[in-house]
């Protein structure tokens, strides 16, 4: 099965761009799209209900135009689900779930901590909630994965300039030490595990800078997987040469 997990910086966009056919004629088993700032009313047929794929969308209760993610898969989920039962991870349509027999696929637009203290204080409350979820999902027999914007880079490697970003949200050391507990709960990195040497390979990129034509980047776009899953693990690519967004897609391809 191969994942497409891309933060696409609004949907209806990709598709005036025509990044959307570009990623129905790749022909990803499952495409998880992050900030689509749509509802499915607002989208043109091919995009709400396209040929040869399910699709799923969720978006905030109150703010238009605003986050949002989608989950579109060839094959018909078991189960997909968009309301949770921790408060938090409800009301800004940042979480959708499905369920393909004991593997359940999270995509998340996990928010960010800029904008005052108390969206870090919320950001770091969503990431607590998510990954006591997603310990119950797996106390419960199921194997995980989950992908999205994760808006934390974890590592030093894992920006172009961390000096100069030590203090700057997406790098701050509480949001990197939740990342230390995912993996310390069991799930991997799926990027870093395969390729623990490379550098320079970044996944969002400044438009307002131009920063992509310098690779001035952050990879805070993952592939996290359950350990009993990476055996099954074939690959995992960071697609740079597609544009259309500040971030590009990652794509992950696994057996299952």
Known sequence: MKIISWNVNGLRAIHRKGNWDWLIEYSPDVFCLQETKSRTEQLPPEVADPLG???????????????????????????????????????????????????VVLNGYFPNGGGGPERLKYKLAFYDAFLLYIEELRASGKSIVFCGDVNTAHEAVDLARPKANEKSTGFLPIEREWIDAVIRSGYSDVWRVKNPDIKDVYTYWDMKTRARDRNVGWRIDYFFASTDLMPKIKDMKVLVDVLGSDHCPIELDIKI
């Open 53 to 103: 794929y399910h699709g799923y969308l969720t978006w905030p209760t109150e703010k238009k135009g605003y986050s949002g993610v989608a989950i579109y898969s060839k094959k018909k989920p078991d189960i997909v689900k968009d309301v949770f039962e921790a408060d938090i991870l409800n009301g800004e349509g940042r979480l959708l779930e499905a369920h393909f027999g004991d593997v």
